[in-house]
């Protein structure tokens, strides 16, 4: 039989024309076939689906993540492995999204897009589609993962980072190696992909919404500290430190920490560095932290430590405990274990 890959249309600069005013707008999945004539000699079956609302990814939200993973539940089985055309804005935080979402997954989702429409001449977007629909529809190479395509490489969905808003390599992932490269020929590096479950697939599909992200700069005042740790009904909030994880020791902020802890608020440490990792307790500036009961992300990237904090607060609302320790390991390879 054929191998087959289902192609669905999220929207993003990849499916957009110009409108009469200049502005950039989603156009309707079949014009994808005049946009890229070559999809008709695919040597696989390609099923097209596009989702009700099409949408430039700045508006992406939790229920869009549910619509996505619906789209692909439900046809999970027809398919050798599906391709997401997406806004790059905010690919990183789906790709990550979709990784907690699918658990034990034995096939490829691959999420590409592109940095100019597919209607310009110059497009990156017909090379990024193709390559990824030939990786995904590669039953050898499997890829039991959800991974980003983007400027010839295949990144783990969770580990990747939108870096560039005018250059065609627009993605990278700091802390893990691609797991493959398009040259002439895909050279795989099978022993980076995830070992893939033999247990049924599980789609969960709760996020909790209740999260903030806090930024630290030097001269930041207790009054926007204090105003975001008392936001109406937080849950969990990640500190985006300095260098290894370090904030600063001045006693009003351990103090506005520790108080949000004991009201059960799970705060998270995640560096603003690209590349590295949050090591509570190496310098004497996070010391504090780490007594306190701040909970180190490692090398996670902020977009993998927001979907990953939405997702366990949505699954497990009533187990902090269980919260507090899944954040501390890798649940689908978007952090290191051994530092
Ligand atoms: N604003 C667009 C989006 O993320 C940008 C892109 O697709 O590259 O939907």
Redesign the pocket.
């Known amino acids: 039989m054929k191998n087959s890959v289902l192609l669905i249309y999220t929207?993003?600069?990849?499916g957009m024309v110009q409108d009469e005013r200049g502005a950039l707008r989603p156009f309707p999945m079949e014009r994808i076939y005049d946009l890229v004539p070559e999809l008709h000699r695919c040597p696989y079956r390609i099923d097209t689906c596009q989702l009700d609302r099409i949408?430039?990814?700045?508006n992406m939200s939790p229920d869009f993540w549910v619509d996505i993973a619906e789209a692909i539940e439900k046809r999970y089985d027809d398919y050798d492995g599906f391709v997401v055309l997406h806004?790059?804005?905010?690919?990183a935080y789906t790709a990550s999204a979709l990784s907690f979402m699918f658990k034990n997954l034995s096939k490829p989702i691959i999420l590409t897009?592109?940095?100019l429409p597919m209607g310009v001449l110059r497009t990156d977007g017909r090379e990024n589609i193709i390559c990824a629909l030939e990786l995904a529809s590669c039953r050898e190479a499997y890829i039991p993962e959800v991974c980003l395509f983007f400027e010839n490489h295949l990144y783990r969905g969770n580990r990747s980072t939108k870096v560039s808003a005018e250059n065609f390599d627009a993605f990278c992932s700091f802390n893990f190696p691609s797991l493959a490269k398009a040259g002439i020929k895909f050279s795989f590096k099978p022993h980076l992909f995830m070992p893939s479950g033999t247990e049924p697939l599980q789609v969960r599909k709760k996020f909790d919404r209740n999260i903030a992200v806090l930024k630290l700069f030097p001269g930041i005042t207790p009054q926007v500290v204090n105003a975001i740790l008392h936001a109406e009904n937080l849950h969990g909030i990640i500190i985006e430190t300095f260098g290894s994880g370090n904030a600063p020791t001045e006693e009003w902020f351990i103090q506005a920490m520790n108080d949000a802890l004991q009201r059960g608020i799970i705060v998270l440490n995640v560096t603003q560095c690209k590349a590295g990792a949050v090591i509570m307790g190496q310098y004497e500036a996070s010391c504090e932290l780490n007594r306190i009961g701040i909970i180190g992300g490692n090398d996670i990237t902020l977009e993998a430590a927001v979907t990953k904090l939405m997702y366990l607060l949505g699954t497990y609302p009533d187990d902090l405990d269980h919260v507090r320790h899944c954040l501390q390991r890798p649940l689908r390879g978007e952090m290191t274990t051994s530092r």
């Open positions: 929207g993003g600069t990849i949408i430039d990814s700045s806004g790059t804005d905010t690919m897009g592109s940095q």
